[in-house]
């Protein structure tokens, strides 16, 4: 969001509507290019503070996590980029120093029921109910300092910015989950067969959201001459909320039932991005116009952390006249950490020349190389009654009391690591390289073309994995369909024929575009475009990791035969410039 940049810092906000070979061929809609300042204008020192009320929260009750402390005011999780994590958060230790494969569960490697329970009361935490508060007034941050200087007389520049906000808003949301079913009845692997039956749920939600938002941006420019300079670009942010989210809700299946569900969580998400690149003007003689070299090297980290989301689920039958009773595995905890890294290089060389009539047009082409590796991992635990209901199992019972440690040892209550043998992990990795040439020709005065070629070959890898045994399926690399047979895939995993943990995508795409410019009259412009791009699925997607973002809501679920998608475009728009600043376009 625009809100992790000062105003200062940005010097040119870009929205390119149609597709030309320089950029990515991953262009669905258009792409915001946000070119950030390297040579302020003049010494710029600024402090900035805003005070905010929401007319729906401030001043409202406030259902507000209990769990808090470390650094979570900055947004950072227990697994945070920058070393100093809000480890209250964190899995406790020795769930941490066990081997994947031995998960924390009575009559597993000398572990028992009890001494689980007393593992879980003493070391992992145990706040399921939240504290209500009067929400605060929402406030922001920034800071801004900047200046263009002489560095062993050279022109330097330099420019730092921070901005923290944090936000405070409670939402009520209306909720629906759809049934799907079969033309010929049963399972089939054919999807067209199937259609939209109707609602089976319905909830009624509220979202108590506390949000922080905090970024950092350092720029640093240095002109060796008139026609060489170099720079380095650092972006440090982090994007956290901490939720509560409580519902009523019906299922109308053939369970009929009302329930309610209460879910507490923190998301933690942070990039860390580093670019260094140069701007260079190459003349092999002195009459020449200079040819452009621009060359950059990114790395980019981001991780996104979701520890201790904790979910209850209470119910009864429709019509019945009775309290809501706790389900007999009520009480879950999730934990989950992802991490994506990735690493480009990209150089581009332009060089002017003239055409049949003198006018001068532009030939570009470059190269791009783009890998990306990311990871992720889960545990799961659960709460689950061995004894009968009692007071304690209806609603609003709070999970302290429900799962206090007298039960456990009681054997009213078993904890114990939830979903064995599961998908709970899975690695990625992808890899981009591309070439593109491209040129800015005008054929008359008035009339210019822009267009060029794009290929790009993409190679992605997704590897799903249940770390919590031994299985094979964790060591194999091997396609259900290596023919990229879509049908014949689906065919095989849904009559479990093959293990759709690995997944592969290799592609080729040759992505070509023209446009053409016509100004028919001053200031006004009637362009004309073709060009193709791609949609390509994202590795989480390929994945066949399953996950229930809160007890009652809709199975999340990778699909490992997912395939990328071409795109035929056609653009035609008019455009009238009134003045430099305004326009009217219809497209």
Sequence with gaps: PLDLFPAGLVKNIRIIKTFIPEDPGEFSGGIVKIETVEYPDEYIFSVGVGIERNSVSTGKDFKKLKTEGGNDYLGLGPNSITGFGSKKWDLPDIAKSLPDFIPLTGGNYGFTDESVGLIFKSSFNDNWTPKTIKAPYNYKLDLSIGDTTNLFGRKFGYFYGLTYKKDYEITNRQEYRWSSQNYLSGKSWIPELYYISGVNQARLADYYEEKVLWGNNLNLAYKIDNNNQIYLKTFLSTNSEKVFRESLGQKIDADQIDFITNTSYYLAREIFSTTIGGDHGIKYTQEMKPHILKWHYNNARAVRDEPDRKNRFWFRWVGEDRPFSAKQEDGFIFYGFTEDETNTINATYELPYSQ?????????????????????????????????????????????????????????????????????????????????????????????????????????????????????????????????????????????????????????????????????????????????????????????????????????????????????????????YLTAEEYIGFA
């Design 356 to 576: 049949w009539m003198g006018l001068e047009a532009k030939l570009k082409f470059g190269y791009e190389t783009f890998n990306r590796e990311k990871s992720f991992k889960s545990k799961s635990y659960r709460y689950q009654r061995a004894g009968q209901d009692t007071i304690l199992e209806e609603y609003p019972a709070p999970g302290e009391l429900t799962f206090n440690l007298g039960r456990i040892l009681a054997d009213e209550y078993v904890v114990k690591q939830a979903l064995i043998a599961q998908n709970d992990a899975y690695d990625a990795e992808q890899d981009i390289n591309s070439v593109f040439v491209q040129t800015d020709l005008p054929i008359v005065s008035n009339i210019r073309v822009i267009g060029g070629v794009r290929s790009e070959n993409n190679e992605q890898k997704v590897h799903t994995k249940q770390v919590t045994i031994l299985n094979p399926q964790n060591y194999l690399q091997l396609d259900c369909s290596p023919d990229g047979s879509e049908y014949l895939r689906n065919f095989l995993i849904q009559r479990n024929l093959c293990n759709p943990a690995y997944a592969e995508l290799n592609e080729n795409n040759l992505l070509p575009s023209i446009n053409v410019v016509y100004e028919f009259v001053k200031d006004q412009n009637l362009r004309l475009a073709y060009y193709e791009t791609v949609t390509r699925p994202d590795t989480r997607e390929m994945s066949e990791f399953a996950f229930t973002p809160y007890a009652g809501g809709e199975r999340v679920q990778g699909n490992s035969t997912l395939k990328s998608s071409r795109i035929i475009n056609y653009d035609v728009r008019w455009e009238w």
